[in-house]
């Protein structure tokens, strides 16, 4: 079966810096649901339209392309007391950036001794990569999957 609208993917992926150096690898299959639902880069989507089982897709993703520009407005200072005692360099937490609306995930870091530094920026954001990915299974997505715009199952989504 080939990759078109409405299919779940399997695939195994790399993402490396332009330099070569490993940033992300898939160590078990991941799926998504296949036609414009934001669940995988546009590029890559694009690329693997008509594909099937055991083709590759090998792309340069620029910043915008992959995991965004790097936003100077979504790194905070917040007061130390807000935080949990044993909080580290590192941690994540959910959060919104207004107090409102879309949560983002926060990595810590920085620590002083009455602020917090936090970062809503994706770890790679800025970064041009390297993604490589090799497409494992092919299969016509269910109802219930269009429906809720995801995949569904061992390697998909697994709750509501």
């Given at each position: 079966?080939?990759?078109?609208?409405?299919?779940?993917?399997?695939?195994?992926?790399?993402?490396?810096?332009?330099?070569?150096?490993?940033?992300?690898?898939?160590?078990?299959?991941?799926?998504?649901?296949?036609?414009?639902?934001d669940n995988i880069?546009?590029?890559?989507?694009?690329?693997?339209?008509?594909?099937?089982t055991g083709e590759?897709?090998?792309?340069?993703?620029?910043?915008?392309?992959?995991?965004?520009?790097?936003?100077?407005?979504?790194?905070?200072?917040?007061?130390?007391?807000?935080?949990?005692?044993?909080?580290?360099?590192?941690?994540?937490?959910?959060?919104?950036?207004?107090?409102?609306?879309?949560?983002?995930?926060?990595?810590?870091?920085?620590?002083?001794?009455?602020?917090?530094?936090?970062?809503?920026?994706?770890?790679?954001?800025?970064?041009?990569?390297?993604?490589?990915?090799?497409?494992?299974?092919?299969?016509?997505?269910?109802?219930?999957?269009?429906?809720?715009?995801?995949?569904?199952?061992?390697?998909?989504?697994?709750?509501?």
């Open positions: 079966m080939n990759i078109v609208k409405d299919t779940v993917v399997t695939l195994t992926y790399i993402v490396k810096d332009m330099d070569g150096n490993l940033l992300e690898e898939s160590n078990e299959p991941v799926s998504y649901l296949h036609g414009d639902y880069f546009p590029l890559v989507e694009h690329a693997l339209d008509g594909k099937t590759t897709v090998d792309l340069k993703l620029q910043p915008a392309d992959a995991f965004g520009e790097y936003e100077e407005s979504l790194v905070r200072v917040e007061p130390r007391e807000g935080f949990p005692d044993d909080i580290e360099i590192g941690m994540q937490f959910v959060g919104s950036p207004d107090g409102g609306g879309e949560e983002l995930l926060y990595t810590v870091t920085d620590i002083a001794e009455d602020k917090v530094v936090v970062d809503g920026n994706h770890p790679f954001a800025g970064q041009a990569v390297h993604f490589q990915c090799v497409v494992s299974d092919v299969r016509a997505a269910t109802a219930d999957e269009v429906a809720h715009r995801h995949a569904h199952g061992a390697h998909g989504h697994h709750h509501h």
